[in-house]
């Protein structure tokens, strides 16, 4: 599996909003506007592929100059529990730290709350909900 940072417009980034739209949308009943996949230029867009086929992917976005915010974060059905997001999740951190952040926060939706939980993020908020769903803050010092 490689992971790689993606750049906005490409082949891959058009793969990425589409798993996005399945994994976290669609279900929702929900779509991407043209704005707000304009503003993803400014963000850090990262992949997992094997070969030419992404397999999961999230995006960083700057809150303040210590601090990194997680987004969009989906790994293909079929593929989840085989270790994918954990690696997503190493990669951006260690990107994340590349870049002089020390904290990395995230809207984690209820369910996955255990999967951070496992990867050291600590719930920082009381529920709260966001396109619909149940949402914590979840938050690490990287």
Not at 9 to 31: A, C, F
Not at 101 to 122: I, P
């Amino acid at each position: 599996m490689a992971l790689k940072i993606i750049d906005h417009g490409t082949k891959e980034y058009h793969q990425m909003v589409q798993l996005r739209n399945d994994i976290l949308r669609k279900p929702l009943g929900l779509s991407f506007s043209p704005e707000e996949l304009e503003k993803e230029k400014e963000e850090i867009l990262i992949g997992a592929f094997e070969e030419e086929k992404m397999l999961g992917c999230c995006m960083l976005i700057t809150v303040d100059p210590a601090t990194v915010r997680l987004r969009q974060m989906a790994v293909l059905n079929n593929v989840q529990g085989k270790g994918i997001g954990r690696a997503l999740m190493q990669f951006a951190e260690n990107i994340a730290r590349d870049m002089g952040y020390r904290k990395m926060t995230m809207h984690a939706r209820q369910t996955a709350t255990g999967f951070y939980e496992k990867l050291g993020y600590q719930v920082s908020s009381d529920l709260f909900e966001e396109v619909s769903i149940p949402h914590y803050i979840m938050e690490k010092t990287l």
